[in-house]
């Protein structure tokens, strides 16, 4: 579609001379004699750039310009006037005029300005355009969403965390279940409330229960005074329990009666307390292995998956390796007060192809090791591996073989490592893997791996 011009201007000839020259090269135009009818025709037209003369017989141009810019700040204004000074050019740009030309008009440099003004504010709403879109998906601090799967993980949660529905998180060891679940607390109507976390593999089984549901005074031997426990202490706002499939089988019959009666009672006490708590839920189990081996109630794990979020490994996500590293190494950078500008071109590579058995906490942990103990301006190999131990097989600089050897060695690490998340069965691997059951056990066969 054309672009649209609106002449405001208050000779008659002049007006005609810019309109038909403009018109012949494309643009939409319009045109007022008076700056009142002018400004009506900004609100009717829209129009995508201004051309205003500084001398109007209903009001002075200056005025008008600045109503222009307070009401339509991203249309470009070309002042045109007769009488040019240096005063005034710059009385006019101060305002917000694109620029200042005098008459008589060399239409070609006019046509100029109008060609490089439109472009400019092109731009202009262009980044406008994507720093509203970066608000609608502000995924908050810590978390960084690069991917497309990772986006998607985080759209998705924005949604459920408007409900009070239950989530339970799934995904390997240092994904960053936790960040997610403060991402689901901070999105929700409980935002304002308490957000408690607990790690229920870090607690001795036999202690869990007092800590999660608190106990009164005499409970048992060395309870001097009454404990409101983690539930209590979460009313009205949302608890976390990290490692939901280590706790123990004769406690889930009490976590399920808080979900379902919203009341629990405190060890030692006859007397019930209600609560009103969200509960978000994580496990790096497979909960439906551990169902059929009775190890974690069924009834409890649909009580809990009321929404499923799965966090993809880092290895499938690796969009977001490169923006992780640089976040790391600033956090890092500052908190050891060092100024390490990056890594060497060897080093990046590796940190762009290792697989990250331990997800996002690895590499974590990897860059504040390196940045520990660099006394360079660059990370360089060495630096970035002494003293960790990844994986054989990922040690091997993939960057240095052919390409078909290259992805034939990632492929061979991939198949093994699905076929030891299903346990050898071969239609659960093939199923993680996203290939026929044929296809498997042909890739089996070739990289020698069926008696593995």
């Not at 977001?320 to 790391?328: G, N, Q, S």
């Not at 990046?348 to 331990?358: A, E, H, I, K, S």
Request: glycine content about 6%; overall charge neutral; charged content about 30%.
């Amino acid at each position: 579609m054309s672009k649209k011009i609106l002449i405001i201007e208050d000779e008659l000839t002049q007006r005609e001379i810019l309109s038909e020259y403009l018109t012949h090269r494309g643009y939409r135009v319009f045109s007022a004699d008076f700056g009142g009818i002018g400004l009506e025709y900004i609100k009717r037209y829209e129009p995508d750039i201004v051309l205003l003369d500084y001398k109007l017989p209903d009001v002075d141009g200056l005025k008008l310009l600045k109503d222009i810019k307070r009401d339509f700040p991203l249309t470009p204004v070309i002042i045109i006037t007769a009488f040019g000074s240096i005063e005034r050019a710059v009385e006019a740009m101060q305002a917000g005029a694109y620029t200042y030309l005098t008459k008589p008009i060399n239409l070609k440099e006019l046509l100029i300005n109008i060609k490089k003004a439109l472009k400019e504010a092109y731009l202009v709403q262009e980044v406008k355009r994507l720093k509203e879109q970066l608000k609608d998906q502000d995924f908050g601090e810590g978390i960084i969403a690069h991917s497309r799967k990772m986006k998607d993980v985080l759209v998705l949660a924005k949604k459920v965390a408007d409900t009070d529905a239950t989530v339970l998180i799934l995904g390997e060891s240092g994904t960053g279940k936790n960040l997610l679940a403060h991402f689901i607390h901070r999105f929700s109507l409980r935002s304002s409330r308490p957000f408690i976390s607990i790690n229920c593999a870090a607690i001795p089984p036999t202690l869990l229960e007092s800590e999660l549901f608190g106990y009164v005074k005499g409970a048992f031997t060395g309870a001097y005074r009454d404990k409101p426990g983690l539930f209590k202490s979460a009313d009205t706002g949302t608890i976390f329990l990290d490692e939901i499939g280590d706790i123990p089988l004769e406690l889930q019959a009490k976590l399920l009666r808080v979900i379902q009666d919203n009341s629990f009672t405190p060890l030692g006490s006859v007397k019930e307390v209600k609560v009103d708590v969200r509960i978000i839920s994580a496990t790096n189990r497979d909960l439906d292995k551990m169902i059929e081996e009775n190890r974690f109630r069924e009834d409890l794990y649909w009580r809990l998956k009321v929404f499923t979020i799965i966090m993809p490994p880092l290895r499938e996500r690796r969009e977001d390796i490169r923006p992780l590293v640089e976040h790391f190494l600033s956090i890092f950078n500052s908190k050891y007060k060092k100024s390490i500008a990056g890594f060497s071109k060897k080093a990046l590579q590796f940190l762009l192809t290792y697989d990250y058995p331990g997800n996002v906490r690895e590499l974590e942990n990897m860059i504040e090791r390196a940045v520990v103990i660099s006394d360079d301006e660059v990370i360089d190999m060495e630096t970035l591996t002494i003293n960790s131990k990844p994986k054989d097989h990922m040690t091997l600089p993939l960057f240095s073989l052919p390409l078909s050897e290259a992805v034939a060695h990632l492929e061979k690490i991939r198949i093994k490592e699905a076929m030891e998340q299903a346990g050898g069965v071969k239609t659960r691997a093939a199923r993680l893997l996203g290939i026929s059951e044929r296809v498997l056990r042909y890739k089996l066969h070739r990289y020698s791996l069926e008696e593995e």
